[in-house]
């Protein structure tokens, strides 16, 4: 009886197996370039978002691999008190939160 119990789990184990793989799979491959930086023009405020999520402000960069990377163009772009469309004049708290996570301080120290 028992043999005949796993040859019936077997198929059900390979089926979520293989479930899971295509779940992680497709995961990781949205994740490869869906980070931008957006800035808000009323202010120049930057933020480092996934494409996918409510814009704050208009693209300024992007797409990257990783939030690492927008990161990285973000300190880049600074510049205290910026009318410059380009450069970010400060960033917003989810924004340096998240990029010092990924080893990235923001706004720069000189």
Request: net charge neutral; hydrophobic share 35%.
């Amino acid at each position: 009886m028992q043999l005949g119990h796993q040859h019936k789990t077997q198929p059900v184990c390979f089926t979520l197996l293989f479930g899971f793989s295509l779940l992680l799979t497709s995961t990781l491959h949205a994740e490869a370039a869906d980070w931008m930086l957006r800035r808000e023009d009323s202010n120049g405020a930057c933020h480092v978002q996934m494409k996918t999520a409510d814009a704050l402000g208009s693209d300024l960069s992007g797409p990257f691999s990783s939030r690492k990377a927008a990161c990285l163009d973000a300190a880049s772009r600074y510049e205290a008190a910026t009318s410059d469309p380009k450069k970010c004049g400060t960033y917003g708290g989810g924004t340096v939160s998240g990029c010092v996570s990924d080893g990235v301080t923001l706004p720069p120290k000189g």
